[in-house]
């Protein structure tokens, strides 16, 4: 609208002044690699910017950074993990079956995004919602695999189609 | 980040969630009129069954091979992934680590492996630590302590700053060296590798370990120290050993590796085994086994084995 500096946008460029390389320091200590560190301080500061957390009355700004920090870090070692898998994975298709290179990148967008739809499930639930989903199995089938009852079965994927419902995708 | 649901949004996705579950249990007998009528009755209603639509073909366009090696991969939690970051730097050079003030964190981790899973971890120390299949450890690299919770570790220090493991029944302090403690139905078993360790018992008076040496101890006190076989501890490279072993004793070793249930007729306890056999692939095990001493492997899933002795043809 106009240039003037709103107070948000004050106390955050304050608050990359004055805590920016300290969380690059920290990030890149824990990572050991400074482009990935300098990649997610950026992503930490659009998180803050993002969030409706008022930046002026901040007590601790480093604690408020280094929580941020901590779970995009987390998020991407998850998503190493997943790439880990997934090359794991396509490495082991026969020849014949491996998809396109095109196929492959946006199957691996898919997959990251169903698997942060599927982040927060219990183990057990995830799996019974992955063998119906993408194995097409049964309720009964499920349930012997898992050695639980069908009930429980039925109420694990209640449980992950509720889940997911919440989740905006 | 998705935003909050409304009341009635989220009150939407759990009845739509009940009516997925009821279609896909009920079969053939489900009653589709009264979910038509459920739809019809609210625009959220609408809205949460159409998104459930959109699930399931997202879900319908990922191979199923792929998409369960990847989603049903031996999934860290998150919890667990941070904390691997965090507390075990594999990524960090140590050094560089080394006489930096850290916080406590990064001493510390709950590290556990899935059944039919190896890891093995470089700690910040410079030691390494192995688990076998289906094991958990808690470390406390601080106050030089591990517990071993269940399973199986093996520990190799790179100092020679002691560090204690504390199992159930007993506490085995590692002086240098590399040493493998086993936990399983109420026995503990210790091995030293190389270096030295010593054992104290829950019950009776501590015990020195050098290299060569195990001791299994259980909560009425530890047993006789003896000499052991290092194939036994094949599972730090990945492999099983077998060298003339009763096949019921090889079998109750390949299940930890698999889960699922593995049974055997009893008849096939006293046959003989020997040979090197990879762990990465059990299934692969269990059809050698077949080809090389005529056993029929019945597989109802892959979670459910059975084998027995061939049936001669007549």
Same mark, same amino acid.
């Given at each position: ?22 969380? /690059? ?15 997610? !301080? ?59 290179? /095109? ?31 993408? /194995?097409?199995?049964?309720? !009964? ?29 | ?17 009940? &009516? ?12 589709? *009129? ?11 209603? +609408? ?48 050094? &560089? ?7 406590? $964190? ?10 039919? $899973? ?38 190799? %220090? ?12 007993? %506490? #085995? ?35 020195? %370990?050098? +290299? ?6 259980? *909560? ?33 070793? %390949? ?8 049974? &055997? ?19 692969? #095990? ?29």
């Amino acid at each position: 609208m106009c240039d003037a500096v709103t107070p948000t946008e004050q106390s955050l460029h304050a608050l990359y002044r004055d805590h920016g390389s300290w969380l /690059e320091g920290w990030l890149r200590r824990r990572m050991g690699n400074a482009w990935d560190a300098a990649d997610l !301080r950026q992503d930490t500061f659009l998180r803050v910017l993002a969030s409706s957390q008022s930046l002026a009355d901040l007590q601790e700004p480093r604690a408020y950074l280094l929580t941020i920090g901590k779970r995009l870090l987390s998020n991407f070692y998850t998503r190493r993990n997943l790439e880990q898998a997934y090359l794991d994975a396509l490495a082991s298709l026969p020849e014949a079956c491996a998809p396109s290179p /095109e196929q492959r990148w946006l199957l691996l967008e898919t997959l990251q995004a169903l698997d942060e739809l599927l982040d927060g499930l219990p183990p057990l639930v995830r799996r019974a919602f992955l063998w119906s989903q993408l /194995e097409g199995l049964g309720y !009964r089938e499920i349930a012997e695999r898992l050695q639980v009852s069908e009930r429980t079965v039925k109420r694990y994927m209640a449980q992950a189609y509720e889940h997911c419902l919440l989740v905006d995708f | 980040m998705s935003s909050t649901p409304s009341p009635e949004a989220r009150e939407a996705a759990r009845a739509a969630a009940r &009516w997925l579950t009821r279609m896909e249990f009920d079969g053939d007998t489900f009653d589709s *009129a009264a979910l038509q009528c459920w739809r019809d009755s609210s625009a959220h209603h +609408e809205a949460a069954w159409q998104k459930a639509q959109r699930l399931r073909q997202r879900f319908a366009g990922v191979p199923a091979s792929l998409g369960m090696a990847t989603l049903d991969r031996q999934a860290l939690t998150r919890r667990a992934v941070l904390k691997r970051a965090l507390g075990v730097a594999a990524l960090v050079p140590s050094a &560089w680590l080394l006489g930096r003030a850290l916080p406590l $964190e990064v001493w510390r981790a709950d590290l556990h492996t899935a059944t039919g $899973e190896q890891r093995s971890w470089t700690l910040v120390d410079g030691s390494t630590l192995q688990l076998n299949t289906d094991s958990a450890v808690d470390l406390d690299l601080k106050a030089r302590r591990l517990e071993l919770v269940r399973g199986e570790v093996a520990l190799r %220090l790179a100092g020679s700053t002691p560090l204690s493991v504390q199992s159930p029944y007993g %506490l #085995i302090t590692v002086n240098r060296g590399e040493v493998c403690v086993y936990l399983a139905d109420g026995d503990c078993r210790v091995s030293v590798l190389n270096g030295s360790a010593q054992l104290q018992p829950l019950r009776g008076p501590s015990l020195s %370990l050098e +290299e060569g040496q195990q001791v299994n101890f259980q *909560a009425s006190g530890a047993g006789p120290v003896r000499a052991f076989d290092v194939a036994q501890l094949g599972w730090r490279d990945g492999v099983l050993v077998a060298q003339d072993q009763p096949l019921g004793h090889f079998l109750r070793e %390949l299940s930890r590796y698999r889960p699922g249930v593995l049974r &055997w007729d009893d008849s096939l306890e006293p046959l003989r085994i020997t040979g090197s056999f990879r762990l990465d692939n059990t299934d692969r #095990i269990l059809t050698l086994l077949a080809a090389s001493l005529s056993l029929d492997v019945h597989m109802r899933t892959r979670y459910w084995v059975t084998l027995t002795l061939r049936k001669k043809l007549a």
